[in-house]
């Protein structure tokens, strides 16, 4: 089977529009390899059914060192000494690591709680909105998508508010790392200054406890054979770090929809009820997440009739299981009243996002408040013109510029 060698599945090109390519190998080939800038093969599962099922087969792990053969892990790229602790996160561990992290933290994100944040995070949308509203306009990622989350989590965690701008600044240029070592070596700045950050946050901690979820996670730590040294430092960094990237994504991504699909974004605003049912179809239609994160084969599998060896890199590509027409009716189209709406954005299986209550309440009320108080909302330019963040994972715009409505005559 060929590699389809002339797709930077990682680029910014690429990301404006990566629906047609996904719908090509749903149809011709479901399960693709193509190589990644790193020149690393990677297994592209397409289809709805075999990307769900990618996700709670127990053959493909998170840990490469569960997967691969000690020739195959010889020749993984060499990692310095001190950044080895990030890879005892909980989103790249198996059972029963993965099962002990996940207990650790799961009551603070469970929908009753995330629900007593409400208040908090309609207080904080409706002042970012009126820190904006007499300028005619604004970025609706820096100065709305992008402030919400990291705030809430920051809040969460008990990192200073005043701080968020950095730890953003340093995941993004993470994140957006598409795998060469040139990437990597760009990013190495970023994740030592967190590293480093992280650390003296816990150093903070372990002196001067407070009520906030670093504090508990010290607790834990200190308490013993529930969580190390190294996985304390990953869990907070993995939280700051997904606590925000995805809703940011969500809040950009679900925004640029409903502008460029009036007739809806008019819907909702005239039935702001459909709130919940349309933040599940931004989900679906302009998923955050492009793909699931990586998980290697086990042993050799064959999925559609094409056998993955083992020890070898897997990506279930969610945004084309969100659009497989296998799944859904009219896949391709925005339908903010869609039911069932079984999409894919946030997972499947144990490794189903554990912030997904969180995202949802931020996004739900994000989306309603802006319609709600800014009705007239345009685009301030062409959307082919935007510039979409690169990277392997994530999928979100780096800027999307829009205008209020005393200011719409100018853009038409």
């Known amino acids: 089977m060929p590699l389809v060698p002339s797709v930077d599945i990682t680029s910014s090109a690429f990301k404006a529009n990566p629906y047609p390519f996904y719908a090509r190998l749903r149809a011709e080939c479901p399960v693709c390899p193509v190589m990644l800038p790193g020149k690393q093969r990677a297994w592209l599962v397409t289809r709805y059914e075999d990307v769900a099922a990618l996700l709670k087969d127990e053959r493909f792990v998170k840990d490469r060192l569960n997967a691969q053969n000690p020739e195959q892990a010889s ?10 602790p990030l890879a005892r996160n909980m989103l790249d561990v ?85 795998f060469t070592k040139w990437a990597m070596l760009k990013a ?51 939280l700051l770090v997904a606590g925000h990237e995805t809703t940011v994504n969500l809040i950009g991504n679900g925004m640029l929809a409903l502008l460029e699909h009036p007739e809806e974004m008019c819907r909702l605003r005239d039935e702001p009820d459909l709130i919940k049912p349309a933040v599940e179809e931004l989900l679906r239609y302009a998923s955050p997440l492009e793909t699931a994160s990586e998980r290697y084969a086990r042993e050799a599998v064959a999925i559609a009739g094409v056998t993955i060896p083992r020890g070898e890199l897997v990506l279930g590509v969610i945004a084309s299981a969100n659009r497989d027409e296998r799944q859904f009716e009219r896949p391709d189209a925005l339908d903010l009243g869609r039911e069932p709406n079984r999409h894919l954005s946030f997972g499947h299986g144990v490794h189903y996002c554990l912030g ?19 009705p007239d909302l345009r685009l301030a330019g062409p959307s082919k013109g935007l510039r979409w963040r690169r990277g392997m994972i994530l999928r979100g715009l780096m800027a999307l510029p829009v205008v209020f409505a005393r200011q719409a005559a100018v853009v038409k």
């Open 356 to 374: 997904a209550p969180l995202a949802r309440l931020e996004g739900q009320i994000a989306i309603s408040t802006l319609l709600r108080r800014e």
């Open 75 to 84: 020749k993984q790229p060499w990692m310095p000494a001190m950044f080895k």
């Open 188 to 238: 190495m700045p970023s994740l030592i200054a967190f590293l480093r950050y992280i650390r003296k946050l816990i150093k903070t901690r372990r002196s001067d406890p407070q009520d906030d979820l670093v504090s508990a996670l010290v607790a834990a730590e200190e308490a013993g054979d529930q969580l190390s040294e190294d996985e304390l430092v990953a869990m907070i960094f993995l």
């Open 94 to 178: 198996d059972p029963p690591d993965h099962t002990r992290l996940r207990g650790l933290v799961y009551k603070a994100f469970t929908p009753r709680l995330v629900e007593n944040l409400r208040p908090r995070v309609q207080t904080l949308t409706d002042e970012l909105l009126g820190a904006v509203s007499t300028r005619g306009g604004m970025d609706l990622i820096s100065d709305y998508a992008l402030p919400l989350p990291t705030t809430i989590i920051a809040e969460m965690l008990g990192v200073p508010a005043a701080d968020r701008h950095k730890f953003h600044r340093w995941s993004s240029r993470i994140v957006t790392s598409n």
